[in-house]
Structure formats: structure tokens, C-alpha cells
Nanobody, 120 residues
Framework: QVQLVESGGGLVQPGGSLRLSCAAS????????MGWYRQAPGKERELVAT???????NYADSVKGRFTISTDNAKNTVYLQMDSLNSEDTAVYYC??????????????WGKGTLVTVSS
């Protein structure tokens, strides 16, 4: 079993910054992809950014140039640095890991979510 623990959400003023973290622990053989998704009130969950084990990144158009995804592979942790935040970034942010266990089976895990509120 794998557990994901998120941290870093909160209230920030427009134009401000936040850094989200998500650490995975448990039965991990290897990690294929790590990512962040978000769900705003009344909307569907959407991709924010992903990063592969080789460091290849992908961003939603709405966050390109403002958000940066990175990892600490030794700690099985993914980060999301969010700059120039605006009200449209208000959402619950979920981390997502695609992990292989010792049987080489691939599983997808989700964090419980952390709320980011951008408001003056």
C-alpha cells in the first residue's frame, strides 16, 4: 500500500506564491509519473502539471510560465511552485503518482487534496 501526504495549501493574495508538496511512502518499487491536478468549485478535475521519472514535464496552458513542477526522487516527493496566482487558480489541488510495486504492477494513487484559495 502507498500513502500520499500533501501540504502547502492555504490562502494567498492575488499575485502571490505558494508551494505545494506531496510525499509518497509505502510499497514503492519505482515511480513512473508524478503530477498535480485541481478541481475548482462546480468544475471537473483538470490536469495542472506532470513530471516523469526522467524529468520530462507537461503543463496546462493556463499555468505555463507561472507554475513549476519538480521532484526530490530520494524523498519520493513532488512539488508545485505556484507564482503569480490569480482567482482562477482557486481549487483543491490533488497530487497523483503512478507507481510500480515489486511485482511490477502499475497503480495510480491520489492524495486527499489541499485547498488553495486566492483572494484579497
Amino acid at each position: 500500500q502507498v500513502q500520499l501526504v500533501e501540504s502547502g495549501g492555504g490562502l494567498v493574495q492575488p499575485g502571490g506564491s505558494l508551494r505545494l508538496s506531496c510525499a509518497a511512502s509505502g510499497s514503492i518499487f519505482s515511480i513512473n509519473v508524478m503530477g498535480w491536478y485541481r478541481q475548482a468549485p462546480g468544475k471537473e478535475r483538470e490536469l495542472v502539471a506532470t513530471i516523469t521519472s526522467r524529468g520530462s514535464t507537461n503543463y496546462a496552458d493556463s499555468v505555463k510560465g507561472r507554475f513549476t513542477i519538480s521532484t526530490d526522487n530520494a524523498k519520493n516527493t513532488v512539488y508545485l511552485q505556484m507564482d503569480s496566482l490569480n482567482s482562477e487558480d482557486t481549487a483543491v489541488y490533488y497530487c497523483n503518482f503512478q507507481i510500480r510495486n515489486s511485482d511490477y504492477r502499475l497503480f495510480t494513487y491520489w492524495g486527499k487534496g489541499t485547498l488553495v484559495t486566492v483572494s484579497s
